[in-house]
């Protein structure tokens, strides 16, 4: 059995002050291989949480994660994830970063270097192989996360908020080159974000989470991913479906913060 | 008294070279920071001014040559030094029925180093005998007017006039050439004029010091020459901080990565921390001796604290979606430590480096300093109880130059072994 299966996830911090956050309840949601998933929420949803679970940096408390057949109990190379920022090794150069996950497990360089450098040509940087980190700028580095991520060939990527960091425009180009890499890789792939509009052009299906507790509070299935491979992202948000989903989505996730807010007053 | 008026001479060469520099030298007018409105408070604009450098170095030198003497400064620029030469004054003496007579002293003051005899001098007329003696420059001497005259002392004659200012036991006189003091016994005690400049075993001039450079370089000091003595100093500096950085790394990283190595070692690391190592001379000579092993010893303690506690905040500082990042890479966790956290800790551990040699060096002065047979400080130590005022200025300046050249190649290696720090 193929896909990534998340069932009834809980998830509750116990804080040192004897109350407790439930940081996730009951999430379950199931994955076809090579789909694409975004999840949006306002702060404090357990986005992240939800993905680190995924990742196998958190054990929950209770429910299980089940990749292609097998439960997930902690991180392996399966799983690949690409941060918002500050996760390269600067003490490498480019492609030693891309190498890292081959090197790892103890592949010899001629069976990895040709894949590296391939990956290197379709993010753009072939002319930055032998550059440092620091030498290069926030977009390029996500690319070099990026390629480092597929370089060890997993099976699902996740993603906690990859272009967060970045200008507006340098995000527009990193959005295309996310979907084509979906697109040719064929990997399944989880993308966390802040951005209503990233997550209707990147996500083939969408999640909108709500907090306290963390849970699932509308799932989208949406055309535009499809339709954004190798276009102008500009023109999907033409789409006559866009903008209403885009004010409905918007709505929801204003009413969520108002009501912590109002939660937050009340609680004074 | 002389120094304040070093102070005012330097607070001068400030200010002046100040308002020369403004007003005479041209810069160029148009880089970014010239363009600069707001430059008070704006600390990116306020950089090192070569000029002021180059002069604040310069007068140094100068003041030290031109305060000792030195012949690497031109005479005019000399302050007045002591007075050489012959100097007289006249005395009055009363002999026990109250005869007056008059005589004069002639003093040759000389230079401290050579050695001179009395001038000739013709006995003069009356019962007191005109006089003459030697005194070394920036010296006193006790001059015996009485020796020769018909009434002594202990025939009851007394002076009591120099140059005719009246004098009693206590009192004194200022002459042209210097002071005439009266001591209790009633001898007149001359003290030529010493001027403003050093005398050379309170401060040698600056060519003296060079000169006993080589003369040590080449014949040597308590039986070592000069590049055993740094030498001697330097390996015990390296030897104990080796040691120190071999145990105290490991220990540091242990301490970043284990609960029960934290708990272990955490409260032995805080509290030998912030003990001086000059604090713990004493105990390793008691255990150790004065011998190398109480040396290395000493600068192991002090170089151990400094290199475990760099390690671990090296390791603490390691960003947890590196290690994240790592691990589903595939990495394991020899390969992590090896791979991210040995290298992501490296800028902090060359800190701690650089702090450590500073410290290993300051401490293996002190406790050289305190007793060693060999080593730069012993070396000023032993010089200072002589005297030798220009072997301790030497010592100072060369243990300057090595400790700044440390911190340098520190900083060289850093540059060029962790490109990266700062940069993640």
Same mark, same amino acid.
């Given at each position: 059995?193929?896909?990534?299966?998340?069932?009834?996830?809980?998830?509750?911090?116990?804080?040192?002050?004897?109350?407790?956050?439930?940081?996730?309840?009951?999430?379950?949601?199931?994955?076809?291989?090579?789909?694409?998933?975004?999840?949006?929420?306002?702060?404090?949803?357990?986005?992240?949480?939800?993905?680190?679970?995924?990742?196998?940096?958190?054990?929950?408390?209770?429910?299980?994660?089940?990749?292609?057949?097998?439960?997930?109990?902690?991180?392996?190379?399966?799983?690949?994830?690409?941060?918002?920022?500050?996760?390269?090794?600067?003490?490498?150069?480019?492609?030693?970063?891309?190498?890292?996950?081959?090197?790892?497990?103890?592949?010899?360089?001629?069976?990895?270097?040709?894949?590296?450098?391939?990956?290197?040509?379709?993010?753009?940087?072939?002319?930055?192989?032998?550059?440092?980190?620091?030498?290069?700028?926030?977009?390029?580095?996500?690319?070099?996360?990026?390629?480092?991520?597929?370089?060890?060939?997993?099976?699902?990527?996740?993603?906690?908020?990859?272009?967060?960091?970045?200008?507006?425009?340098?995000?527009?180009?990193?959005?295309?080159?996310?979907?084509?890499?979906?697109?040719?890789?064929?990997?399944?792939?989880?993308?966390?974000?802040?951005?209503?509009?990233?997550?209707?052009?990147?996500?083939?299906?969408?999640?909108?989470?709500?907090?306290?507790?963390?849970?699932?509070?509308?799932?989208?299935?949406?055309?535009?991913?499809?339709?954004?491979?190798?276009?102008?992202?500009?023109?999907?948000?033409?789409?006559?479906?866009?903008?209403?989903?885009?004010?409905?989505?918007?709505?929801?996730?204003?009413?969520?913060?108002?009501?912590?807010?109002?939660?937050?007053?009340?609680?004074? | 008294?002389?120094?304040?008026?070093?102070?005012?001479?330097?607070?001068?060469?400030?200010?002046?070279?100040?308002?020369?520099?403004?007003?005479?030298?041209?810069?160029?007018?148009?880089?970014?920071?010239?363009?600069?409105?707001?430059?008070?408070?704006?600390?990116?604009?306020?950089?090192?001014?070569?000029?002021?450098?180059?002069?604040?170095?310069?007068?140094?030198?100068?003041?030290?040559?031109?305060?000792?003497?030195?012949?690497?400064?031109?005479?005019?620029?000399?302050?007045?030094?002591?007075?050489?030469?012959?100097?007289?004054?006249?005395?009055?003496?009363?002999?026990?029925?109250?005869?007056?007579?008059?005589?004069?002293?002639?003093?040759?003051?000389?230079?401290?180093?050579?050695?001179?005899?009395?001038?000739?001098?013709?006995?003069?007329?009356?019962?007191?005998?005109?006089?003459?003696?030697?005194?070394?420059?920036?010296?006193?001497?006790?001059?015996?007017?009485?020796?020769?005259?018909?009434?002594?002392?202990?025939?009851?004659?007394?002076?009591?006039?120099?140059?005719?200012?009246?004098?009693?036991?206590?009192?004194?006189?200022?002459?042209?050439?210097?002071?005439?003091?009266?001591?209790?016994?009633?001898?007149?005690?001359?003290?030529?004029?010493?001027?403003?400049?050093?005398?050379?075993?309170?401060?040698?001039?600056?060519?003296?010091?060079?000169?006993?450079?080589?003369?040590?370089?080449?014949?040597?000091?308590?039986?070592?020459?000069?590049?055993?003595?740094?030498?001697?100093?330097?390996?015990?500096?390296?030897?104990?901080?080796?040691?120190?950085?071999?145990?105290?790394?490991?220990?540091?990283?242990?301490?970043?990565?284990?609960?029960?190595?934290?708990?272990?070692?955490?409260?032995?690391?805080?509290?030998?921390?912030?003990?001086?190592?000059?604090?713990?001379?004493?105990?390793?000579?008691?255990?150790?001796?004065?011998?190398?092993?109480?040396?290395?010893?000493?600068?192991?303690?002090?170089?151990?604290?400094?290199?475990?506690?760099?390690?671990?905040?090296?390791?603490? $500082?390691?960003?947890?979606?590196?290690?994240?990042?790592?691990?589903?890479?595939?990495?394991?966790?020899?390969?992590?430590?090896?791979?991210?956290?040995?290298?992501?800790?490296?800028?902090?551990?060359?800190?701690?480096?650089?702090?450590?040699?500073?410290?290993?060096? $300051?401490?293996?002065?002190?406790?050289?300093?305190?007793?060693?047979?060999?080593?730069? $400080?012993?070396?000023?130590?032993?010089?200072?109880?002589?005297?030798?005022?220009?072997?301790?200025?030497?010592?100072?300046?060369?243990?300057?130059?090595?400790?700044?050249?440390?911190?340098?190649?520190?900083?060289?290696?850093?540059?060029?072994?962790?490109?990266?720090?700062?940069?993640?």
């Amino acid at each position: 059995m193929t896909g990534l299966s998340i069932d009834e996830l809980s998830m509750r911090f116990d804080l040192p002050n004897g109350s407790s956050v439930q940081a996730l309840q009951d999430v379950s949601l199931d994955l076809k291989a090579g789909e694409i998933l975004t999840v949006l929420g306002p702060s404090g949803c357990g986005k992240t949480t939800l993905l680190n679970i995924v990742a196998g940096f958190l054990a929950p408390t209770s429910g299980q994660v089940v990749l292609n057949g097998h439960k997930v109990t902690g991180p392996d190379a399966e799983r690949g994830m690409v941060f918002q920022q500050g996760a390269l090794f600067e003490w490498m150069n480019v492609r030693d970063n891309v190498s890292f996950g081959p090197r790892m497990a103890g592949k010899r360089s001629r069976d990895y270097a040709g894949e590296v450098d391939h990956l290197l040509d379709v993010v753009g940087l072939a002319d930055f192989k032998d550059k440092a980190i620091y030498e290069l700028s926030g977009g390029m580095q996500q690319r070099v996360a990026l390629a480092r991520c597929l370089a060890n060939e997993p099976d699902v990527i996740l993603m906690d908020e990859p272009l967060g960091a970045l200008d507006a425009l340098t995000r527009e180009k990193m959005q295309s080159l996310v979907l084509k890499l979906w697109k040719e890789t064929g990997k399944t792939i989880i993308l966390i974000t802040h951005s209503v509009e990233e997550a209707l052009l990147l996500g083939e299906r969408l999640i909108v989470m709500a907090p306290r507790p963390g849970r699932i509070h509308k799932e989208y299935r949406l055309p535009f991913a499809d339709l954004g491979v190798g276009a102008d992202l500009r023109e999907i948000k033409r789409h006559p479906e866009y903008a209403p989903r885009r004010e409905e989505i918007l709505g929801m996730i204003w009413d969520m913060e108002e009501e912590i807010m109002g939660r937050q007053e009340d609680a004074e | 008294m002389s120094g304040l008026v070093v102070l005012l001479v330097y607070v001068a060469i400030f200010a002046g070279s100040f308002v020369v520099a403004k007003f005479l030298v041209r810069r160029a007018q148009n880089d970014f920071t010239s363009l600069k409105t707001v430059t008070f408070g704006d600390e990116s604009a306020v950089v090192s001014d070569r000029i002021a450098s180059v002069v604040s170095i310069l007068t140094l030198f100068l003041l030290w040559g031109a305060f000792t003497g030195s012949t690497l400064v031109p005479k005019f620029l000399h302050a007045p030094g002591p007075f050489e030469g012959v100097a007289t004054f006249e005395y009055t003496a009363e002999n026990a029925d109250g005869d007056r007579d008059t005589a004069t002293v002639t003093v040759l003051v000389h230079p401290i180093t050579e050695t001179v005899s009395a001038p000739e001098i013709e006995p003069g007329d009356g019962w007191a005998k005109n006089d003459s003696d030697t005194v070394g420059a920036w010296r006193s001497g006790l001059i015996r007017v009485d020796k020769n005259d018909e009434f002594t002392k202990a025939d009851g004659a007394r002076v009591i006039e120099i140059n005719g200012q009246p004098i009693e036991p206590g009192g004194e006189v200022f002459t042209e050439y210097g002071r005439v003091g009266m001591s209790g016994k009633g001898t007149p005690n001359f003290v030529p004029k010493k001027g403003w400049q050093m005398e050379p075993i309170w401060l040698p001039p600056p060519e003296a010091v060079v000169k006993r450079v080589g003369e040590i370089a080449s014949e040597g000091y308590r039986d070592s020459t000069l590049w055993e003595h740094l030498g001697y100093s330097l390996f015990r500096v390296i030897a104990g901080f080796f040691f120190g950085a071999m145990v105290g790394i490991p220990l540091g990283y242990a301490m970043g990565l284990s609960n029960w190595f934290r708990g272990w070692f955490d409260p032995i690391v805080e509290f030998m921390r912030p003990v001086p190592p000059l604090a713990l001379i004493p105990l390793v000579i008691i255990w150790a001796g004065i011998g190398e092993t109480g040396k290395i010893i000493l600068l192991f303690l002090a170089a151990l604290w400094i290199m475990a506690i760099a390690a671990r905040s090296g390791v603490s $500082g390691v960003r947890i979606s590196k290690v994240h990042a790592a691990y589903s890479l595939g990495a394991t966790k020899w390969q992590i430590l090896r791979y991210v956290i040995v290298p992501n800790s490296l800028p902090d551990i060359f800190t701690g480096a650089r702090v450590a040699m500073g410290v290993c060096w $300051g401490t293996v002065v002190a406790a050289e300093l305190v007793a060693a047979e060999k080593g730069a $400080g012993m070396m000023i130590m032993v010089a200072s109880k002589f005297q030798l005022t220009d072997i301790v200025i030497m010592g100072i300046i060369l243990i300057g130059i090595i400790g700044f050249g440390i911190d340098m190649l520190m900083r060289w290696a850093e540059r060029v072994l962790v490109p990266w720090k700062g940069k993640g």
